[in-house]
């Protein structure tokens, strides 16, 4: 009991420099000024940890995720016209697509949640490989690639922000990286890469059954 | 040589076919192109309206995003609108399916979308003047398909009338907008007269009612 009344003593005295003394102030002005509007309790926020330092790099993050989603979607949709008519590659595109954007949607949801806000136009940290920038036209093999280096861009980049995170002392973005990114980064890109290694196998002979083939098997899988 | 060839392999992935033992490409078939009858006016602004409804998308992840602040704390309203963005993105893509359908989009899918994305307002005052927005964004992507059905159904100087897309647009399209502004315009009534007498308390109150799904 006595252990329990000190450590609410402290924890009242801690808070007190904080939101607690915002509270007081505003609760002893007079009511007419309380009315005024001018209510700010500026330290009343989720703030806390490495997020102020982290917030610009997690910006960065989900706004290069919104820009890989829609780089997919073009891939997906070049796939999707009838002269290339691939749809097992336009599938795999469009998931991941998908899953890029529900990455980024989840990314500024965790922003917030730890008191911080999003700026959409924070451009992405990692820099496109300036000859294949936003050509989207690609041939079967040459797409695989693209999807191979994006995504294993966006995983360093993954990695680069969790040794920040530990480098701002904040285990629980370090936590929420390794949880929501690095483990599915490393599934997806290993995916890619063994379909690359597999098209690249088959196309010595007869390219075009040899990428029929592996398109219906990439239907079949997704 | 083809020591070297795998070596200059192993550097980049796109590098997969500088070697000649590859067959990268496949030779395309002859279709005949009579089939594909949109004619350029329209399908020019078809493929416009993919960055409008990206743009919308965009618009609502950025109010989804303002709603969510640990200092806005509206979770049902950052839930409303962060839906919103996805179904933008889905008619953006159904935009897309239908221009495939039609032989559409076999060069310059690039063109589709431009890098980076413009930017967008990050602030709302309350959620009345996000809504308001959000009414006022809908009824200028409804005069954009409004613009497109006119211009698809008797383009300049061009006799052809695309009944089908038409339909589409105004079957799926307008039908969707039409009740959606519908739904909008309601939303701004309610929360607007709770907020005029009680402001914070009314807004708190809706946005718990928009959480649980019960408006
Ligand atoms: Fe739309």
């Known amino acids: ?222 | 040589m083809k020591l070297f060839n795998v070596f200059v392999l192993a550097l980049s992935c796109i590098g997969i076919c500088s070697s000649d033992s590859f067959k990268c490409t496949t030779k395309p078939a002859k279709i005949p192109k009579e089939w594909r009858d949109m004619v350029v006016p329209c399908i020019k602004i078809l493929e416009a309206q993919v960055k409008v409804e990206i743009q919308a998308a965009m618009t609502y992840l950025a109010m989804g995003a303002h709603f969510a602040r640990d200092t806005v704390n509206r979770p049902g309203f950052s839930m409303f609108f962060i839906k919103s963005a996805n179904e933008e993105r889905m008619h953006a893509i159904k935009v897309i399916e239908y221009l495939l359908m039609r032989g559409q989009l076999t060069s310059d899918v690039s063109n589709l979308l431009k890098f980076p994305l413009p930017s967008i307002g990050t602030q709302w005052e309350n959620g009345v003047h996000a809504l308001t927005d959000a009414l006022q964004l809908e009824t200028q992507v409804t005069r954009n398909i409004r613009e497109i059905i006119e211009t698809c159904e008797t383009p300049k100087d061009i006799p052809f009338n695309d009944y089908h897309l038409v339909d589409y647009l105004t079957g799926e399209f307008l039908e969707e907008q039409y009740t959606g502004q519908r739904d909008l315009a309601g939303k701004i009534s309610t929360l607007g007269k709770m907020m005029e007498s009680h402001g914070p308390l009314g807004e708190f109150l809706y946005d718990k009612k928009l959480l649980n799904g019960e408006i």
């Open chain 1, 1 to 222: 009991m006595f252990v329990l009344g000190v450590l609410y003593a402290v924890l009242i005295t801690t808070s007190a420099e904080f939101c607690y003394k915002d509270v007081e102030n505003v609760c002893s002005q007079k009511l007419t000024s309380v009315l005024s509007d001018d209510l700010t309790l500026s330290n009343c926020n989720a703030k806390y940890g490495g997020i102020d330092s982290m917030q610009i790099e997690l910006q960065a993050y989900a706004n290069g995720h919104i820009e890989t989603s829609f780089e997919f979607l073009l891939m997906s949709t070049h796939f999707g016209n009838y002269e290339s008519n691939r749809v097992g590659f336009k599938n795999l595109y469009r998931k991941l697509s998908d899953s890029a954007w529900e990455k980024s949607i989840d990314l500024i949801k965790y922003i917030t949640k730890r008191g911080g806000s999003m700026n959409f136009n924070q451009l992405p940290h990692f820099k496109k490989n300036e000859k294949d920038s936003h050509v989207l036209e690609l041939t079967e093999i040459h797409s695989l690639a693209k999807a191979l280096d994006s995504q294993k861009q966006l995983a360093a980049e993954g990695l680069r922000l969790h040794i920040q995170a530990k480098k701002y002392q904040d285990a629980a973005i370090a936590h929420y990286l390794e949880e929501k990114f690095l483990e599915s980064q490393s599934d997806v890109v290993r995916v890619l890469a063994g379909h690359t290694s597999d098209l690249k196998n088959m196309l010595d002979r007869d390219a075009s059954v040899a990428i029929f083939l592996f398109d219906e098997y990439l239907q079949k899988i997704l």
